[in-house]
Nanobody, 119 residues
Framework: VHLVESGGGLVQAGGSLRLSCTASESISSINIMRWHRQAPGEQRELVAYIAPAFGTPKYEDSVKGRFSISADDAKNTVYLQMNNQTLEDTAVYYC?????????????WGQGTQVTVSS
């Protein structure tokens, strides 16, 4: 599975961005799609995830109520809508796909997209 992220950029605090993660195959065949982020000097952290076949999202506490993850199977794309952004949201955002490989699981990562929130 090949993933391509887009939608990053510069936004003022309180603003919004929508990130996209487009997969090379149908996301209904992917077990879980995750968004992670890594701020400078920090470890990568999980932000949100969704099981595309079921549409049940989960969020890290600091983004609950502000971020929304959704899946569009027709476009093979998972989105991360980010509202009311804060300086602490500045990071490189990565999407990850978890999928079955026979009796095991495999993962793929996108290249990342930079999000910078300014005051």
């Amino acid at each position: 599975v090949h993933l391509v992220e887009s939608g990053g950029g510069l936004v003022q605090a309180g603003g919004s961005l929508r990130l996209s993660c487009t997969a090379s195959e149908s996301i209904s065949s992917i077990n879980i799609m995750r968004w992670h982020r890594q701020a400078p000097g920090e470890q990568r952290e999980l932000v949100a995830y969704i099981a595309p076949a079921f549409g049940t999202p989960k969020y890290e506490d600091s983004v609950k109520g502000r971020f929304s993850i959704s899946a569009d199977d027709a476009k093979n794309t998972v989105y991360l809508q980010m509202n009311n952004q804060t300086l602490e949201d500045t990071a490189v955002y990565y999407c990850e796909a978890v999928f079955r490989l026979g009796t095991d699981y495999g993962t793929s990562w996108g290249q990342g997209t930079q999000v910078t929130v300014s005051s």
